[in-house]
């Protein structure tokens, strides 16, 4: 039996045609229903524009996709024999902006889709109060509106750096932001330090202390998310940045990796139309995301729960609320080493000399994205963009699954549902 299911909880929409068999799920097909149009509107445009509309492709991670675009555009910019310099502190208020934006992501997706839904399998769950997520990422957003200008759907970064020159009260407003969220975390999520939660080291640890952390942790045990949700055990990192390591990584063995392997197909989508396209690497599918993330960078609790629990569905949200707390302690940094006195922006050639290719791969808050543009004479020829989505909701055959397809198979509808919004799904960036 076939039944349709319209998808609530999640960045744009989405349908699950379900084929069930023995009240348990046989095969899914996933659906993304309506078409945006992005890479067709960027055709024939000023490459500069892309500064412009592809932050729009997402109100949510706006951020990742004006730094995929400037990176793609700096790449072009290489490939054409031109000289681009980024100055360590374009790159700190790079990287600081794009973490906000991971954090607050992450916030409302634990406090408005993971807690409410894992509500609905167990009474063992957090208390819902989906206002916590917002708070904690509206102080994110200040955070990102001081050095961006605006969020979401800032401009702020160009080729050679970034167009807004921070002050040391604007530095000192954003460290004020950033300390109040790490208390605010500390205080309503964690129940403990950062510094002592960073430290734990196995799963036993979570029993010692009372939280809407170790809530969450027992709730997601007491639903057996620890025993499913399984997908590949295989995971895609490759952005470049400080806070990871680009790496293909099979459970934790890691691999050297090269965006030139990234590829998309059509998804299987026999019921109804679909404006998705799978993405794979070396023709295999892989899970981006932070459970990649952080098995990457070793984080020992995290290769502690991998030993024990794998890829499960419990691991892919516990490995989340670990990288909110990783980014947090790894910003501090970033706002503490600041050189004000270096350039903003170094200059560059005049677009309209640059007639090349470039990629752009960024960490989003969902996983890996990639934007790929052709330059002709400053016009592009060409755009393509590779989203996080993508990789993970793919929609295939029977006969080679995707990481969404793998993680649904042969458990109940209910589980499968709370298992599919484990992943954090994106249908506006998926249809671009």
């Known amino acids: 039996m076939i039944t349709k299911q319209l998808l609530e909880h999640i960045e744009g929409e989405a349908s699950v045609y379900f084929d069930i068999k023995d009240d348990k799920v ?16 960027l055709k024939g445009k000023h490459a500069l524009d892309a500064l412009v509309i592809t932050p729009r492709v997402c109100g949510i991670c706006g951020h990742a996709h004006l730094m995929a675009a400037t990176r793609a555009i700096e790449d072009a910019y290489k490939n054409a024999d031109c000289e681009i310099k980024l100055t360590q502190k374009a790159q700190k208020i790079r990287e600081f902006t794009l973490i906000m934006e991971m954090i607050q992501n992450h916030f409302k997706w634990l406090y408005m889709v993971i807690i409410p839904e894992l509500a609905k399998l167990t009474d063992v769950a957090p208390e819902k109060r989906p206002l916590k997520g917002a708070y ?7 955070a990102i509106a001081l050095f961006g ?9 160009i080729p050679g750096g970034v167009t807004s020159d921070p002050t040391f009260i604007e530095i000192m407003q954003a460290q004020s932001h950033l ?13 403990i330090s950062l510094d002592k939660f960073l430290s734990l080291e196995s799963c036993k640890d979570f029993n010692d202390f009372s939280s809407d952390f170790t809530h969450l942790e027992k709730g997601l045990i007491a639903a057996g998310m620890h ?12 952005g470049k940045h400080e806070f990871t390591y680009p790496a293909k990584l099979k459970g934790t063995r890691t691999f050297g990796i090269s965006s030139k392997y ?14 998705a396209k799978n993405a794979l690497y070396k023709n295999e599918y892989y899970e981006a995301g932070p459970l990649g993330r952080m098995i990457s960078v070793a984080l020992p609790i995290i290769k502690n729960m991998h030993r024990r629990y794998k890829d499960s569905a419990y691991s892919r949200v516990m490995a989340r609320v670990f990288e909110i707390a990783y980014m947090l302690n790894y910003s501090k940094s970033l706002l503490q080493n600041l050189d004000l006195s270096q350039e903003s922006v170094v200059a560059v050639a005049d677009i309209k000399k640059i007639s090349a290719t470039g990629i752009g791969v960024v960490e989003a808050p969902r996983g890996l994205l990639l934007h790929k543009i052709e330059i002709k004479d400053g ?6 963009i590779t989203t996080p989505t993508q990789f993970n909701i793919g929609s295939s055959a029977p006969q080679k699954l995707t990481p969404v397809q793998q993680a649904m198979k042969a458990l109940s509808k209910e589980d499968a549902l709370f298992i599919f919004r ?10 671009h």
């Open 26 to 41: 046989d095969f899914a097909t996933v659906t993304f229903p309506h078409f945006r149009g992005m890479e067709a509107i």
């Open 136 to 142: 904690a990422a509206s102080l994110a957003a200040k």
């Open 149 to 157: 200008g605006q969020w979401p759907h800032s401009s702020y970064m």
């Open 179 to 191: 300390e109040e969220l790490i208390q605010f975390f500390e205080k309503e999520s964690l129940g």
């Open 227 to 238: 025993t499913k949700g399984f997908a590949k055990d295989q995971f895609i990192v490759m």
């Open 262 to 275: 990234v590829s998309d197909t059509k998804a299987y989508s026999p019921n109804e139309t679909s404006y």
């Open 379 to 384: 016009i592009i020829s060409k755009y393509q």
């Open 422 to 431: 484990t992943f954090d799904v994106c249908s506006v960036c998926t249809t």
